[in-house]
């Protein structure tokens, strides 16, 4: 349907074409998060790999950042419509993470934790084969609070309230389980370029 | 939690039926729109508007109006300078245009009177529209729901609703009204003392609400939280810039 009088200011040719479907261009890095930012001390800092309720494997901060490194520079797209070209990350990928654990995904799907008690479920192939990362530095510094520091999931491919901030673990899951938006009507998967937003998208 | 639902949030067709002026910035649109579903107070819709050669644009913007069944919602939309979608609203859209839109969208930043309270709304600027809705929603459905709202504008004239909620504030018992202004007269942002006047006119909120940039709502919930508020109780929404 045309929007009477509308002609909209379009983005140059180039910018379009790496704007998925309804997304706009920001120069700014705005926030999208259902509570306050947590307090997160470094000492009491774990990462965990969990089956089920079962842990897996635990990291503290320092031997988290002793762990291979991995860096990833691209767009990211938020379902609240901005994208944001080339950013820069540095973490540990996830397939360096299950080698750091000594084992394979012993399930096809898992849901990221916060510390905010923040879920977001994902299968292991969109995490599997560099794709994926917990990232603890965005443009060459620590990444701060408000943007999910110390550290954060970074799934770029999908939109990025996939990618949870001030994670703590990752849960393999049986099956696909809802996480925190899923569960509220937001898409199961969140594939920017399919434009699935939301459940029936 | 609201009930979530499995069917797809379709597009559909709603009809500017009124535009008022609220503020020299802030719009105020009555759309018709039946949704197939129920909203709840403190959801937005998603607008999308289409260009003759297919071009679209999208923006979210919060409910107003307080659940009801009168086929209608509010908008109050700000003019940005150099938006797209808002200046669009304010310089083209007219009564009788058609706009597409989906909703109602948002199953975290949401109070229902079953929530109840001690219920604490925090906004800034145009950050005060989906705490409008709640605080109509409130009056309505649960008057005795004691509520304490925080408004923050830079100056006077920019206070969306404001002689609502001075009139509310002066005929509903358990509602409490703190007007802040930043810029004017002896203007001072949100600080420690202020917070603390809130709660201790208010009590300790089971629920809190705060919403507006993502400057406001970040200083907002750290001075909640320094204020000794569990962060499980405090529920955000940002708008941008
Ligand atoms: C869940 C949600 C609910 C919202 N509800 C409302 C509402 O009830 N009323 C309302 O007026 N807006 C609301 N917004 C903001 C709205 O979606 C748009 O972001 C806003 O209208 C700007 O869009 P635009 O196309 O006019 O500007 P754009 O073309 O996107 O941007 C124009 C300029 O303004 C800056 N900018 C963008 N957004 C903002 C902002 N929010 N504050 C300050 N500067 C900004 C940009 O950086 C840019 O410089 C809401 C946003 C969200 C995510």
């Not at chain 2, 009801?68 to 083209?92: H, K, Q, R, W």
Request: aromatic share 10%; hydrophobic share 40%.
């Amino acid at each position: 349907m045309v929007t009477r009088g509308f002609t909209g200011r379009r983005p140059p040719e180039a910018t379009r074409e790496r704007l998925p479907p309804g997304q706009y261009l920001t120069e700014d890095f705005p926030v999208l998060q259902l509570g306050p930012t947590p307090r997160i001390d470094l000492d009491r800092w774990r990462f965990t790999l969990r089956e089920g309720s079962r842990p897996l494997k635990t990291w503290t901060w320092a031997e988290f950042e002793a762990l291979p490194r991995t860096t990833w520079s691209g767009d990211i797209h938020c379902v609240t419509k901005w994208s944001k070209f080339d950013t820069a990350w540095e973490g540990v990928s996830f397939d360096d993470i299950l080698a750091a654990a000594g084992i394979a995904a012993p399930t096809g799907f898992l849901l990221a934790e916060g510390y905010d008690d923040y879920t977001t479920n994902l299968p292991v192939a969109d995490l599997a084969g560099a794709k994926a990362m917990v990232a603890t530095r965005y443009a060459g510094a620590p990444i701060t609070p408000d943007h999910g520091g110390p550290a954060r999931l970074l799934v770029p491919h999908l939109y990025f309230w996939k990618s949870a901030k001030w994670v703590k673990g990752l849960r393999f899951t049986q099956r696909d389980e809802a996480g925190f938006w899923e569960l509220r009507g937001y898409h199961m998967y969140g594939d920017p370029w399919r434009e699935q937003r939301f459940t029936g998208d | 939690m609201i009930e979530p639902d499995a069917r797809p949030l379709a597009w559909q067709r709603a009809t500017i039926l009124a535009i008022t002026p609220v503020t020299p910035r802030v719009r105020s649109y009555r759309l018709g729109v039946a949704f197939d579903r129920p909203a709840h107070a403190g959801q937005h819709v998603d607008l999308r508007l289409t260009a003759p050669d297919g071009y679209q644009a999208q923006r979210s913007y919060s409910i107003a109006s307080a659940p009801d069944d009168s086929g209608t919602i509010e908008l109050l939309i700000e003019g940005l300078s150099d938006g797209e979608v808002s200046v669009f609203f304010e310089e083209v859209a007219a009564v009788g245009d058609e706009i597409e839109l989906r909703g109602p969208i948002g199953g975290s930043f949401v109070w229902v009177p079953e929530d109840g309270g001690p219920l604490l709304l925090v906004g800034g600027g145009s950050g005060i529209v989906p705490l409008l809705a709640m605080l109509r929603h409130r009056a309505a459905a649960a008057p005795d729901v004691r509520s304490l709202l925080i408004y923050s504008v830079r100056e006077g004239a920019e206070a969306i609703a404001r002689e609502e909620l001075l009139d509310r504030a002066r005929d509903e018992p358990g509602f409490d009204l703190m007007l802040n202004v930043t810029r004017e007269g002896g203007g001072r942002r949100l600080d420690a003392a202020l917070m603390a006047e809130a709660l201790d006119r208010l009590g300790t909120p089971r629920h809190v609400y705060a919403c507006g940039s993502n400057a406001f709502v970040e200083a907002a919930s750290n001075l909640l939280l320094d204020a000794g508020l569990a962060p499980g109780t405090i529920r955000t929404e940002r708008f941008g810039g």
